[in-house]
Each structure stands twice: as C-alpha cells, then as structure tokens.
C-alpha cells in the first residue's frame, strides 16, 4: 500500500473538476450488485437493488431516512447477517465471487474492507495499539513493521504530526474529529481495498468534516470508497457516483454532476432540492 504525502491537500471539490474526472476516468468494477432483496424478518429492507460500483471512486448512497442506505452498506461487508431474522436473495460480486453465497468466508472479506461509523469507535487504548491492533491480529509481531504501519496508517489519515508525540495517550482523549481520522487510520493499517463509511462526519463540526472530506478525496486514490451521507452537498462535493436511495429501491444511479444538475427522475429532483426527506 503507498499512501500519499501529508502534503497533498490540493482537492478539487466544485462540478467541474468533477465532470473532468468522470470523463477521463475508466474503472473496473468492484462490487456488482445484481437482483439484491434484503428483508429484517417481515420488513422488505432492499428492494431489486442493481448498482455496479467501481474501483477507486467516491460512491455517494444518499435517500431519506429508513430508506435502506445502512441496510445496504453493511451488506456488502456482511454485517448485516449478524441481525437475526435477515434473508437476503440476488447476488453481490466482489473480485469473481459471490459475497452472500454460503461458502464464502466472511473473514476474507473482513480483511479487505474496512468500515467507518457514524459514531467514532475508538478502542479505550492508546492511539499505538489502536492502529497495530488490526495488524497483530492479523500475526504481525516485529516492532519496527508495527511502528511502520502505524505511522504509515496515521500519515495516510492526515493525523500523523497531530498525534506523534501523543502515540501512548488514551484515544478516548481526542476530540470526535480526531478519533473519526483515527478510526480510518485503523482501516487503512489492515489495507483494506474498501473503505465503507456510513455517514462518517454527521456528528462532526464544520471543520472536522472539511478534514475527513479532503482526506476521502486522497483516499479513492488508492482504495474505493462508499459512503452513506444526509448531506447532499458532502455527496455533490466528494463523490464521483450517487445512488438515490427511496423506500428500499434505487431511483437514481449515475454521476454525481448528472444527479445534482440533470437527474432523469423527477423523484430524484424533488429530494436533492429539499421538497422532501
Ligand atoms: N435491525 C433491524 N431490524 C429490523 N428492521 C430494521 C433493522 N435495521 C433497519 N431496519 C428497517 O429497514 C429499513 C431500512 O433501514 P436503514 O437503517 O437501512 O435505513 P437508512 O436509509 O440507513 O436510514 P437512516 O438514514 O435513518 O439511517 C427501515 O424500514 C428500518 O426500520
């Protein structure tokens, strides 16, 4: 894994820029998701989901509340099966295999794709064993590659010359902003190839979420990235494809400028401009 330099914080954030990318831009695909129905026992969470979601981009889900956004994001890591009563029919693909069929093993899963929470969740230790929990587990003993990872891991969040000196402190001593970029850095240590983030800076003030925001610009350079947000201009900003999420089903899928400045359903519209949600 190379991370990029602390230095780079050049991000294009406005359509234009965006447009640009999407033009010259030409990914695989990373998960395909075909024909996918989820339901919590008698409640049909997802309804004939189709969305093919490509390598190294920014994909914004955004939708009203309850419309399955969540749901969907922790199903392509399989957390959802840890709700009792969850069926799910359809298929996700994910590098030639099929994420929900029986027989795959959901560590292997684990290991490529990370995960960030609305909520920082910081283990109650210090911000060292935080970041080389993932990699000892993982059987990674000999110090030297742990200081590596670790300041590898912290650099690439852009966290590095804030927490250098402070490597033994208690995580539970930063503030919320800080143990979000903490809490990525813990992703990147395992390298995953898949970041999820599921509404990432909604507890977060303006200047913490301007941070993650430049930092998940960075970060589709070298992984891919997913990410359920409330706010739509967070989704117009950062992402380079946005699913319109409404009761279970996805309206809308296509390029963030098209969705924000052209969307082919009037539904689609009526959100983005506020008329309801
Ligand atoms: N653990 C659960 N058990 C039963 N039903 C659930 C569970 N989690 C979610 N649901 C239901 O599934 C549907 C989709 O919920 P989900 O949390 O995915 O929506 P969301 O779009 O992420 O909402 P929000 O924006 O409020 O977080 C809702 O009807 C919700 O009540």
Redesign the pocket.
């Known amino acids: 894994m190379s991370l990029s330099s602390e230095n780079k914080m050049n991000v294009k954030l406005n359509n234009k820029d965006m447009a640009v990318n999407n033009i010259n831009s030409e990914h695989r695909v990373v998960y395909d998701t075909k024909d996918l129905n989820l339901w919590?026992s008698d409640?049909h969470?997802l309804k004939d989901i189709n969305l093919e979601i490509n390598e190294k981009e920014v994909t914004a889900i955004i939708?009203p509340?309850?419309?399955?956004?969540?749901?969907y994001i922790k199903t392509l890591n399989r957390m959802v099966e840890l709700?009792p009563g969850v069926r799910t029919t359809g298929t996700i693909t994910y590098k030639n295999k099929n994420i929900l069929d029986k027989s795959f093993k959901v560590e292997d899963l684990r290991t490529q794709v990370g995960m960030v929470f609305q909520k920082a969740n910081p283990f109650p230790k210090s911000i060292y064993e935080n970041i080389a929990y993932g990699p000892k587990i993982h059987g990674i003993r000999n110090k030297k590659v742990l200081d590596e990872i670790v300041e590898k891991s912290l650099r690439g969040a852009y966290i590095w010359d804030e927490l250098k000196d402070r490597l033994n402190e208690n995580a539970y001593g930063l503030s919320g902003g800080q143990q979000q970029r903490l809490c990525i850095a813990r992703c990147l240590a395992i390298q995953p190839d898949v970041i999820l983030m599921d509404e990432p800076t909604s507890a977060l003030d303006p200047k913490s979420t301007l941070k993650i925001e430049e930092l998940v610009q960075e970060l589709k350079k070298e992984f891919s990235i997913i990410i359920?947000t409330?706010n739509m201009q967070q989704a117009a900003r950062i992402s380079d494809k946005t699913a319109f999420?409404l009761n279970g089903e996805v309206v809308e899928f296509d390029d963030t400028n098209t969705i924000f400045t052209n969307p082919n359903d009037s539904r689609t519209e009526d959100y983005i401009s506020g008329r309801f949600g």
């Open positions: 919590y409640t969470a939708g509340s309850g419309c399955g956004k969540s749901t709700v359920v409330h999420f």
